[in-house]
């Protein structure tokens, strides 16, 4: 049961366009999310997160979109660097008495073409 | 800051075996989680701990186990190694447990033969 689905394993941007990435989510106690970038051989590293109670948080080049009626949320990179290139994980947190966890989406591998 | 550190960074293993991994937090950070990731099933909830006790557990078997020490250290134990559990295994802390956010080590590449 994948509460946080990132249908999209691979996308392809020319430099200087556009990356949207979308991510999907099916829980709806969850009230904070958040993008994390992997290079090969890192750990994942925090971009930019949101909370539920806004449905836009900007951060240079990085924007995160939240719909939560459709439960949805996706992340806008303007414009794309081929430094950008890596793999971008979606996750969200609820809150829990017992403390909380991150539920990751699989990942959506980036190549920003130069 | 040092940032959160793993050891190993790689490990061998054969089935049946068992494994320790090590993950020292950053300074000041008293939660700490595991992570496993696999090809295409994106980063999978092990455990979290904060001040040694386990706040919060994801669907793992038994077989998986994990301890924090009283400087925050933890440690996470695998017994009875199968060829599933090749995997990288990520280490991340934070301040405590309220989620948000987590800032992971480089992980631990384990392979079981």
């Known amino acids: 049961d994948q509460q946080v689905k990132q249908n999209s394993p691979s996308l392809s941007v020319q430099e200087g366009r556009i990356s949207i990435l979308n991510c999907d989510y099916t829980n709806s106690m969850f009230d904070y999310f958040l993008w994390y970038k992997k290079y090969p051989a890192e750990g994942p590293t925090f971009l930019i997160s949101?909370?539920?109670?806004?449905d836009k948080n900007e951060d240079g080049r990085f924007t995160v979109f939240l719909n939560k009626s459709a439960k949805h949320l996706s992340l806008h990179i303007v414009p794309s660097q081929p430094g950008d290139s890596a793999v971008y994980f979606c996750a969200a947190s609820a809150p829990g008495e017992y403390g909380n966890k991150l539920v990751f989406g699989a990942g959506t591998i980036l190549r920003v073409k130069s | 800051k040092a940032g959160v550190t793993q050891t190993p960074r790689y490990l061998i293993k054969t089935r049946g075996q068992q494994v320790t991994l090590s993950c020292s937090p950053i300074s000041g950070h008293r939660s700490v989680s595991w992570y496993q990731q696999t090809p295409g099933q994106g980063l999978q909830f092990l455990f979290e701990?904060?001040?040694?006790?386990?706040?919060n557990k994801g669907n793992f078997p038994g077989r998986f186990s994990g301890r924090q020490f009283s400087n925050s250290r933890s440690e996470m134990n695998v017994s009875t190694l199968e060829l599933g559990d090749s995997a990288l295994y990520l280490c991340?802390?934070?301040?405590?447990?309220?989620?948000?956010?987590?800032?992971f080590g480089p992980g631990t590449r384990l392979t079981v033969l």
């Open positions: 949101i909370s539920s109670i806004k």
């Open positions: 701990y904060f001040s040694e006790t386990q706040r």
């Open positions: 991340a802390s934070s301040l405590g447990p309220q989620g948000g956010r987590e800032f």
